[in-house]
């Protein structure tokens, strides 16, 4: 059984550290670029994964004897670190020239020698291969060895070829880092952890060179420090750089939402004022007893009309629209009033009668006026194009909630199923026909509006055959427990049709 010294499990958690902190931020710069939250440079996230290349090679060194690799193969990884080794300077050197924006005609020289570096190292690994002569390194164990070179067998050891490269290597590395230090220093506000991260990779590199080449014991322990601090820094600028991209983004979308929502109030404000102007003069023709049937027949069409745009609107502002920045504190009442003055003809024109009931203290809940407006606009429409006879609309409190109903004696058909607003083919219904029959799209639309607003909305049928829909909403009351009467309610409120509270038991017939 092979024994391990306790200095070599040093280098190895090292390795494996920093192989998966490249290989982490390798991942998280190829989604950004892939999101193109960021322009990454070309070269980063190939040194990032050619650095990770190392350090596993570099493991698989020191790990060789515990998988039982021979001599030839602990020399074949270790040629193969040699061989990454040049790829990973040459992709650094491009990624700091990228990251400073320096023209790749001034570090050409570094460059050059790296990849003559590669091609060496390729060049003499085939002869070595194919003839067995050992050149980059010695085959034998030198005359000093380090606790790694032991751990290995002293399968290898520098000689005079690793001791020339070492220095060219040496000499390169610190010329490479004066030149990308003093560009740093040209900055108006130089890059602190860059200047650390360049110089610490450039003092790890020589260090650990130098260690093997002298086979000191603390040979192999360096090396991962390199790269580590300029791979940090390098993903946090990017990921700075992701957050001001999605936040352009989200300025972006939230100027073409507000745009939109300005469109979307001029339309409303073009199309609602020919429409009122027809909804008075079909009543002056109802009024003065010309084609009674021919006006009821237009009303019907008109409201169908304002009813079916009222809804589009409500679909982009569920898109669109934040409900938070719409809440207010507003009472259910003058919605119920509302509704049932808008139908009032209607209803005569249907020959139904509309019954109105609520309780005297207000009902207040927290949602968007225009929202709830249109959630309950919806049902009393629904209610009284389809009712044989009645409709009834009614508020009141019930628990912590307050509570809207509306029921009608009309056939129930499909009426009572809530079908997906995100399905085609309901959102299809506002382009086709006239006076939905089953108006299933206005109760998916009322549904979604209230379920926005933290509510419910459920249709059921009662025990008389009575189609019964009912939203529910969170009861609002100040911190003494009594319901909020703040002069911001009764400012909304007087937006809306006001008449005397009723008591609970009082309704208010249309006939």
């Given at each position: 059984m092979l024994t391990t010294h306790p200095f070599i499990y040093l280098p190895i958690c090292l390795y494996l550290i920093c192989m998966g902190l490249h290989l982490q931020q390798g991942f998280v710069t190829l989604l950004l670029r892939r999101g193109e939250l960021v322009k990454a440079p070309s070269a980063q996230a190939f040194f990032v994964?050619?650095?990770?290349?190392?350090?596993?090679?570099?493991?698989?060194?020191?790990?060789?004897?515990?998988?039982?690799?021979?001599?030839?193969?602990?020399r074949a990884f270790f040629f193969l670190s040699w061989l990454i080794a040049p790829v990973v300077g040459y992709l650094y050197v491009c990624t700091l020239a990228e990251h400073l924006e320096i023209e790749r005609r001034r570090i050409r020289w570094i460059t050059g020698f790296y990849l003559i570096d590669f091609t060496f190292t390729a060049v003499v690994?085939?002869?070595?291969?194919?003839?067995?002569?050992?050149?980059?390194f010695a085959h034998s164990t030198g005359a000093t060895q380090s606790l790694i070179d032991i751990h290995l067998g002293g399968v290898f050891s520098p000689n005079l070829v690793t001791i020339i490269k070492v220095l060219l290597i040496s000499a390169l590395v610190l010329a490479s880092a004066v030149f990308f230090l003093r560009e740093i220093l040209k900055k108006k506000s130089p890059d602190r952890f860059l200047i650390v991260g360049v110089s610490l990779t450039a003092v790890s590199i020589i260090l650990e060179l130098t260690s093997y080449t002298?086979?000191?014991?603390?040979?192999?322990?360096?090396?991962?420090?390199?790269?580590?601090?300029?791979?940090?820094?390098?993903?946090?600028?990017?990921?700075?750089?992701?957050?001001?991209?999605?936040?352009?983004?989200r300025q972006k979308v939230a100027a073409v939402r507000d745009q939109m929502g300005i469109h979307l109030a001029s339309l409303a404000h073009d199309v609602r004022t020919p429409l009122s102007s027809l909804k008075l003069g079909v009543s002056r023709l109802h009024s003065r007893e010309i084609d009674r049937a021919l006006a009821s027949d237009l009303r019907v069409e008109l409201e169908y009309l304002d009813v079916v745009f009222s809804n589009v609107l409500a679909l982009y502002e569920l898109e669109l629209s934040d409900r938070k920045s719409l809440s207010r504190d507003i009472d259910v009442r003058h919605f119920i009033d509302g509704c049932s003055e808008r139908f009032v003809q209607l209803a005569r024109d249907q020959s139904v009668v509309l019954v109105v009931s609520d309780e005297e203290d207000p009902l207040m809940v927290n949602c968007s006026p225009s929202a709830l407006e249109q959630a309950v606009t919806n049902l009393v429409y629904s209610a009284v194009?389809?009712?044989?006879?009645?409709?009834?609309?009614?508020?009141?409190?019930?628990?912590?909630?307050?509570?809207?109903?509306?029921?009608?004696?009309?056939?129930?058909?499909?009426?009572?199923?809530?079908?997906?607003?995100?399905?085609?083919?309901?959102?299809?219904?506002?382009?086709?026909?006239?006076?939905?029959?089953?108006?299933?799209?206005?109760?998916?639309?009322?549904?979604?509006?209230?379920?926005?607003?933290?509510?419910?909305?459920?249709?059921?049928?009662?025990?008389?055959?009575?189609?019964?829909?009912?939203?529910?909403?969170?009861?609002?009351?100040?911190?003494?427990?009594?319901?909020?009467?703040?002069?911001?309610?009764?400012?909304?409120?007087?937006?809306?049709?006001?008449?005397?509270?009723?008591?609970?038991?009082?309704?208010?017939?249309?006939?």
């Open positions: 994964f050619a650095s990770a290349a190392l350090c596993g090679s570099l493991v698989c060194v020191i790990f060789s004897p515990q998988l039982g690799a021979s001599a030839d193969q602990i690994g085939v002869i070595t291969r194919l003839t067995g002569t050992p050149i980059l002298l086979q000191w014991s603390m040979a192999f322990s360096l090396l991962p420090l390199a790269n580590v601090i300029e791979v940090i820094r390098l993903t946090h600028l990017q990921t700075i750089e992701a957050g001001r991209s999605i936040e352009k983004s194009v389809h009712a044989h006879e009645n409709v009834a609309i009614s508020g009141y409190v019930d628990g912590q909630d307050i509570v809207i109903k509306v029921q009608d004696d009309g056939p129930i058909a499909n009426r009572s199923a809530l079908p997906n607003l995100s399905d085609r083919s309901f959102r299809a219904e506002l382009e086709n026909g006239r006076a939905t029959p089953d108006w299933g799209l206005g109760l998916a639309i009322s549904e979604a509006i209230i379920r926005t607003h933290g509510g419910s909305l459920k249709a059921s049928v009662d025990g008389d055959g009575l189609l019964s829909v009912v939203i529910r909403l969170e009861r609002i009351v100040n911190p003494g427990g009594e319901v909020s009467t703040t002069a911001e309610t009764h400012a909304l409120g007087a937006l809306y049709i006001d008449r005397p509270n009723l008591d609970l038991e009082s309704e208010e017939c249309v006939d």
